[in-house]
């Protein structure tokens, strides 16, 4: 099954924060964060592997909770680059080599 | 350096026609290699992956099927289109616990 991401779409104004949560019903190996533009390929912003990580990159950084099979990606101090569809995608450690996305989350930022 | 050539950019294809879309990697050995689609607005669904030369797992029943032929190499086919077979369909490839890496995706229209 794959991973369960809340909330579907949010609308930040610049400078605001937010967070999105990935959710999983099995266990974990590790959690990846992409963000997607209009008709382009995902980009890889950051990649989760050991319980209680939290990994920074700018201004978004991310956690994940082994125990709780669960991940949250933070988005501080918007920007208007921000804007897109972030996806967390999951490794289970019950299926090897099989690599699943969410349904994504659309931020929008505005001025 | 790691590269990954998708093609084409984009199809058109009368329904009950038949497809092969190609995806070959460089510089690396033997990554796990992945199709996924994604209709408009919508998420990324992973169609098949392989950890292996001739291992091919399935994650979709419908009417396509992917071959590995050789390790770098993996091809999406339909012996007959849909027209829900429309959409984005992007390979990528990446080892356990390590970024996916995109193409640049194929649009394919079905008429």
């Known amino acids: 099954q794959q991973p369960v991401q809340s909330p579907q779409a949010v609308i930040l104004r610049e400078g605001e924060d937010a967070v999105i949560n990935c959710s999983s019903s099995k266990a974990l190996y590790s959690v990846h964060w992409y963000r997607q533009k209009h008709g382009e390929a995902p980009i890889f912003l950051m990649i989760l592997l050991k319980g209680g990580e939290q990994k920074g990159h700018d201004k978004i950084s991310a956690s994940f909770n082994e125990k709780k099979q669960q991940s949250s990606l933070y988005l501080t101090a918007s920007q208007l680059s921000y804007s897109g569809t972030y996806f967390c995608g999951t490794e289970r450690t019950d299926s090897w080599g099989k690599f699943q996305f969410g349904a994504g989350t659309q931020v929008v930022v505005t001025p | 350096s790691q590269t990954i050539h998708q093609w084409p950019a984009t199809l058109v294809q009368p329904v009950g026609s038949p497809l092969s879309l190609e995806c070959t990697v460089e510089g690396t050995s033997n990554p796990n290699l992945y199709w996924y689609r994604q209709a408009a607005g919508r998420g990324l669904q992973l169609l098949f992956y392989s950890v292996g030369i001739g291992q091919i797992s399935s994650e979709v029943p419908q009417n396509l099927s992917a071959s590995r032929p050789q390790d770098r190499q993996f091809i999406l086919s339909s012996k007959k289109l849909l027209l829900s077979d429309s959409g984005f369909y992007l390979c990528?490839?990446?080892?356990?616990?390590?970024?996916?890496?995109f193409g640049d995706g194929t649009r394919l229209s079905i008429l």
């Open positions: 990528a490839w990446s080892f356990l616990g390590q970024p996916q890496h």
